[in-house]
Every structure is written in structure tokens, then in C-alpha cells.
């Protein structure tokens, strides 16, 4: 009955509950190793090659026709923009240095456990491109759009919601991933299981940088 009163209440409470729980933590970690170890494999390969090839079928759909302008929210350099500009207001309004160092951590946290990553598997790109879509040069295990999106978002969701919470900053922050998700999906930049791997990570950093803030919270 709550649901029926309260929709947008319930779905950014079960955002929340879905990426930031001891639960979850668990499982993407669980669902990050199985893929790391077994995406070389005929059955992963498959269902790559299946949904890039259904991505780059022509055919029209709101989500694919602006799903390259989702990027940019998933791009490091906005990601570093987002995180200075709101750490300012937190510090400025809150006067709190914990806030601070634990955005400016999940930032630096998440972007650069993927780029380590990313130098370990060293997984070329797929070679199926939306026509519009620009050649991206890195490699693409797990994808860092996804993963450090997921991290930072549902971590300035958690802070966001107890500094203004008449807005869902979860369901915000789940919406806005899923955009996100579907931008590397596509135009082909990436293969299913790198947005699966993406995911996975995500889920995996946002637990410990919550962690983390709430460790230096009490020093």
C-alpha cells in the first residue's frame, strides 16, 4: 500500500537499497569476478556479438538518438567539474571537511581503480560504430563511463538526500546512470559485458567510498 501512495518515494529508496547495501557490495564483486574471468569464453563472447550487432541496427528509438549526448555526464572531465563545484557548495555551506575529502575521493577512487584495471586486461574496443559515433582510443574493461558514473552519482545522491531531501536523488542518480549505460551500449563503445563489468565496479566502489566517509566522519 505504501508504493501506491508514495511511487517516487519507494523507487528512490529501492535505488538506494540496490547499489548502496552489504548486500549488493557482495554480489558486484561476486559478478565483476565471474565475467573478469570468463568473458573470453564462447558463451560471453556470443552474447557480445549479439548485442552489438542489435545496437548497430539501423532502426529508430528516442534512447538511441541521444544516447551520444549522455556521454558527457559520464565523462571524466565532467566528473571532475561535478565533484569540485559540489564539494565547494558542501564545504561552503557545511563547513565540513569530511564531505569534501570523501567526494574528492570517490572521484579519484573510482577513475583510477578503472584505469588500473583497464591497463591489466587491456581489452581492445569492438569494432562495430554507430556511424555517428566518434573512435574511442583506451581500452574498454569495464568501462570507466559506467563505473565511475555509478560510484559518484549514488555517493552525491547519499550526501544530496540528507542536505535536500524533498528530491529523490536516488531515483536522480539511477536514471541518470541508465542513460548513461545505454550511451556505451549504442554507438558501440563498448561490449556488454565491459557495461556489466562497469556496473559491477560501480556498485563495488560506491560501498567503499561510503565506507570511507564514514570512517574519516568519526576521526
Known sequence: MYFLFHPISTLNHLAARLVADQVSFIISLI???IIALNYKRSFWQGVDESVSKWAAEPRGSIVRNISE???IFGNAVFHIVFSIALALMFFLSKHNLSIV???LFTLIFSWGLNRFIKLIYKR????????NARKR???CFPSGHV??????YFFCAMLLQNFIP???WYLIAFILSFFIVMS???PNHHYFTDVLAGIAMGAFCLNICIWFYFFIGLV
Not at 581492445?124 to 556511424?131: A, D, F, G, N
Not at 563505473?147 to 559518484?152: C, G, H, L
Open 147 to 152: 563505473m565511475a558514473s555509478i560510484s559518484i
Open 69 to 71: 549526448n549522455f556521454t
Open 31 to 33: 559478478v565483476f569476478i
Open 184 to 186: 556505451r551500449i549504442y
Open 124 to 131: 581492445t574496443r569492438p569494432e562495430l560504430l554507430h556511424s
Open 101 to 103: 575529502f570523501g567526494i
Open 137 to 139: 582510443m583506451s581500452y
Open 166 to 168: 524533498f528530491l529523490p
